[in-house]
């Protein structure tokens, strides 16, 4: 079972989408900034979960991601931050 992810930084306002097997472990690595040079460490403040969505597999979780990430599937993801 596959996740594809958003989390949210309300101090600046920025969205990260992204996938993985283990959730709560990648949810850790972000808030520790355990990747140093990736694009959720360079920015400051605590990110939340704001949209989680369940898949089979990789290929599935990955195609749902790259939709997720374009511009209507972030415009998906902002309105659980603002509402429709």
């Known amino acids: 079972m596959y996740v594809i992810y958003a989390i949210y ?6 969205i990260y ?3 993985t097997e283990d959730i709560v472990q990648r ?3 972000h808030q520790n900034k355990s990747f140093k040079k990736s ?7 605590e990110w939340r979960l704001i ?14 991601e ?3 990430k374009s511009y209507r599937g972030r415009q998906f993801v ?7």
């Open 27 to 29: 949810l850790n690595l």
């Open 39 to 45: 694009y959720t460490a360079k920015i400051n403040g």
């Open 66 to 68: 790259k939709q997720l």
């Open 51 to 64: 949209y989680a969505e369940e898949v089979q597999d990789r290929q599935t979780a990955l195609k749902r």
């Open 78 to 84: 902002r309105e659980f931050i603002w509402g429709p």
């Open 17 to 19: 989408i992204g996938q």
């Open 9 to 14: 930084n309300q101090d600046h306002d920025k």
